[in-house]
């Protein structure tokens, strides 16, 4: 399969940077920073969830950024709501936004490296959860310069089931990968994870041909 050139959105630093202005702007003039893919890309995310699933359930978003999803998520009236990130300064801003909003009832956020498995060391990673949800962490992953490019996936396939309860949903959406290469590294991964869904995302045409920019898509965790 082919590997992803690496990238400097692959580190850590990059995002340090890119809160750490996201929080600037914020409070110099109240803006709430950027929606990755697009806010129509979340909508539909947030609309899926809204319409199949019961607000009682918990979900986790994987690299959550700041937050800006499980806030739309929380205003669609879901209560168990966690968000992750590697990110210190994503933490720090997500969590001025959440309180900005009156949400940290139903948000908790936490500073952690989903990769590094370890439940003692986290909180919010020593559950398991009913979703799982990531939308464009797995494509920064993958453009680490320093990552192993085949043990990266199969440790982030893998990781992705430990957090899932029986019957549990992951949310994948991506940029970088197609919807066959995802599923071909699944495969590889040994993952139980099937194929449950797929949600609408912007579609492109070039050439006579007509495709997306972007894929999303549920699976279902079988065990």
Request: charge should be negative; charged fraction near 25%.
């Amino acid at each position: 399969m082919e590997k992803l050139p690496s990238s400097e959105l692959g580190t850590k630093q990059y995002w340090q940077d890119v809160y750490r202005n996201e929080l600037e702007c914020f409070n110099d003039h109240g803006e709430r920073g950027e929606v990755w893919f697009g806010k129509s890309v979340a909508k539909n995310i947030v609309q899926w969830l809204c319409n199949h699933v019961e607000k009682s359930v918990s979900i986790i978003e994987i690299g959550s950024g700041n937050g800006q999803l499980l806030m739309d998520l929380s205003k669609c009236g879901f209560k168990t709501l966690f968000g992750i990130d590697y990110s210190s300064e994503a933490i720090h801003f997500s969590k001025l936004l959440r309180d900005s909003l009156q949400m940290s009832d139903s948000i908790e956020f936490e500073e952690a490296d989903f990769l590094v498995y370890n439940f003692q060391e986290s909180s919010v990673l020593s559950k398991q959860y009913d979703i799982v949800i990531d939308k464009g962490t797995f494509d920064a992953i993958c453009l680490n310069p320093d990552a192993n490019d085949e043990q990266i996936k199969v440790t982030y396939y893998t990781n992705i089931c430990k957090y899932l309860k029986r019957n549990g949903l992951f949310m994948l959406t991506s940029c970088n990968w197609t919807k066959s290469e995802i599923l071909d590294q699944i495969s590889a991964a040994k993952c139980s994870l099937t194929l449950f869904d797929e949600i609408e995302t912007p579609k492109f045409t070039f050439g006579g041909n007509t495709g997306n920019k972007v894929v999303s898509l549920i699976f279902k965790y079988d065990v």
